[in-house]
């Protein structure tokens, strides 16, 4: 499907798992005309604040240290991260 650095692959099998690949996450953005596109596309839905917390695996056991403290916000498409290509090429 659509959205390049924005995709979402499905798996084949009966379970059709949705992974996101290539953009994680849109950052705060930069500039003032982003951050009203990103207010807009909020307003409608398909993108959502993302709450969920990042750490660090620090070794082979899998030890995992939360960033602290929070860092900005981090968006995300919804309920994929190709949601946001979709939407916008539905306008």
């Known amino acids: 499907g659509p959205g390049g650095r924005t995709s979402t692959r499905i798996s084949r099998d009966d379970f059709q798992y949705r992974f ?4 994680q996450y849109i950052g705060k953005p930069k500039t003032e005309i982003f951050q009203k596109t990103l207010d807009e596309w909020l307003q409608s839905g398909f993108v959502k604040e993302w709450d969920g ?4 695996v620090t070794d082979a056991d899998g030890t995992i240290v939360p960033e602290t403290p929070p ?3 981090h968006y995300v498409g919804y309920p994929s991260m190709d949601a946001i290509c979709q939407n916008l090429l539905d306008h």
């Open 71 to 73: 860092g900005k916000p």
């Open 53 to 56: 917390k990042f750490g660090t």
């Open 20 to 23: 996101d690949h290539g953009a």
